[in-house]
């Protein structure tokens, strides 16, 4: 759908429709969708209660990928019924400012960028080498990053507007002759901003030296940015 610059909605919502679906909105090219929004149950609809109706701003110029899939099986077979309304007209958003970039980001393991508590980093890896002399010699451009940790519940995430990099974020603590993953994660179901992004949690032992890996899934030439934040929650029980 090309935005018309007016609040949209669409619906299975109809007699026709037997078939329980589930309504996406994305934006960005088929490589690096961005979900908007989602909808899986309309409680408005009587006409069939698996039905669904999502409804979003649709901005002039602005393209999106609706996309009718089945709730939950695979096998899944039906009829539906699709329409698009178009409502009031909305303003278009003044466009958002690009941050700076992140000075010092290292791709070395032995030489990270330290971090602390809610600190937001903007980077892309575009520049980073595959050369770092570490235990791991997966070939995979990579830049690193260093939490100490504060004794809580900590999470690092590239769920953010800025990010167009499919990541995939490892920590690990040890030497970087002999690095030892604590955990990792490749996609967060969660990020409605990117669905590429990435969201890893960990408990941030008291003074344990966290080393954090950022880099492409897969593709060993991607380019791209992401925006990294670490975040500190609860505190750890005293062991």
């Known amino acids: ?3 018309p610059g007016k609040r949209v909605w669409a619906s299975t919502c109809h007699k026709f429709t037997n078939f329980n679906t589930f309504v996406e909105v994305h934006t960005g090219t088929c490589s690096a969708l961005r979900r908007l929004t989602y909808n899986d149950n309309d ?4 006409l069939y209660n698996l039905a669904s109706n999502v409804s ?6 602005m393209q999106y990928r609706i996309r009718l899939r089945s709730t939950l099986n695979t096998t899944t077979t039906g009829n539906y019924a699709l329409k698009v309304n178009c409502g009031v007209s909305v303003p278009s958003p003044s466009p958002s400012p690009t941050p700076a970039l992140t000075a010092g980001i290292s791709d070395t393991c032995a030489v990270p960028k330290a971090l602390v508590c809610e600190q937001l980093i903007y980077t892309t890896i575009n520049n980073a080498t595959a050369t770092d002399p570490d235990s791991l010699n997966d070939g995979m451009r990579d830049q690193w990053y260093l939490m100490t940790g504060p004794g809580r519940r900590l ?3 590239t769920c953010h507007s800025f ?12 030497e970087c002759s002999n690095l030892r993953r604590v955990t990792f994660n490749d996609n967060d179901p969660t990020c409605t901003l990117f669905n590429l992004a990435s969201n890893v949690s960990w408990d941030g032992i008291f003074g344990t030296k966290y080393r954090i890996r ?9 380019v791209g940015r992401y925006a990294l934040k670490v975040s500190c ?7």
């Open 163 to 174: 990010t167009d990099l499919n990541t995939l974020v490892e920590i690990h603590t040890g």
């Open 43 to 46: 409680a408005a609809c009587t």
């Open 214 to 222: 950022v880099r492409p899934l897969l593709n060993t030439t991607a």
């Open 1 to 3: 759908l090309s935005g």
């Open 233 to 239: 929650g609860a505190s750890l029980p005293s062991p």
């Open 56 to 61: 979003w701003d649709a901005y002039i110029g």
């Open 155 to 157: 999470s690092a995430s």
